[in-house]
């Protein structure tokens, strides 16, 4: 047999090979014996038998495996969730605003002095609960400081107001629905990307919708283009089906500012008043959380062949949510639309 020095046995096998030859060579074989039977080096069994007289048999016996430890330490883990949670790469003289993993791995050379490969990187972030998000896009020009006041003083004066007048307050937006938009995910095979059908042709409509934190809903499909014109016609429609004031809440879009919106509104002595959120910040309107039902999990998971296929689908979802004003209601709980209620 061989001789070898043990380094390739595991360490169960190595210690019952150890604790043998000892036992062996003390009841009177040579160590040249044993290693021949074991296939150790003679100089193995020495070490073995003296290492065994001067400490004990047990020092003899396999030492547990530690785990591998992570490069980083705990207060290094916490510091490095918190800039990846917190900033963007832009913060860190990065070119681009998404994390990556061998961004990351840059990182943590470049803060830490710690050197660890991508795959190590990758199965770290998943133990410390770091897993790949679709983010929310922000825009930049947004001002925080006119969203609080918003929030804390403009619309609870708003809200003041409607009350003393008798008026409802109407969340107003407008949006595009097209053919080629698709979104969710389906079930199939590892490695085998699902097929599915869908029309090659773009085709596009244009939606209206107004909801109230107590249910209403109303809505409409088309026209083509949502100019002032349009608008104002919309806004008739809304006051003629509803006796009391209507107050209309906005985004800052142009159509919506239009000579021709002005000139209706001066013409309805006050029944229809329009208050405009602060710029950029779609997220303060609940009418954003209609859009994303309507497009996201209904139009982009359906086969549209046609402009008036598409037309008919959104016209059914929008109808459907106008009918349970429960639904329209649990969209004024979500967290940036709950000061609405």
Known sequence: MKNSDGRSLDHSTLEYIRLQAVKAVRKGMSPREVGEIFGMHRSKVYEWVKKAKEMGLATLNAKPVPG?????????EGILVFWLCAFTPLDFEFS??????????????????????????????????????????????????????????????????????????????????????????????????????????????????????????HFQIGPSSLNGGAFVEYLKILAQENSCPIYIVTDGYSAHHAKVVKEYLETTNGKVKIFFLPTYSPHLNPVELVWSNIKTQGIARHLIRNVEELKNKATQLLEDLKKSPEKVRELFKEESVQYAI
């Open 68 to 76: 591998r430890k992570s490069f980083i330490n705990e207060q290094q």
């Open 96 to 217: 681009t605003v998404l994390w990556t993993t061998e961004m990351i791995k840059t990182l943590i050379e470049r803060k830490f002095s710690i050197y660890m490969s991508r795959s190590a990187v990758g199965r770290f972030l998943r133990r410390i609960n770091l897993t790949p998000q679709r983010p929310v896009y922000r825009a930049i020009e947004r001002d925080q400081f006119s969203v609080d006041n918003w929030i804390n003083k403009e619309f609870p004066r708003i809200k003041e107001l409607a009350s003393n007048e008798g008026a409802i307050i109407y969340f107003l937006d407008e949006a595009g629905a097209r053919t080629d938009y698709h979104a969710g995910t389906t079930w199939g095979l590892e490695g085998l990307t699902p097929i599915i059908p869908s029309t090659g042709g773009r085709y596009r409509i244009n939606m209206i919708a107004a909801i109230t934190s107590e249910g209403k809903m």
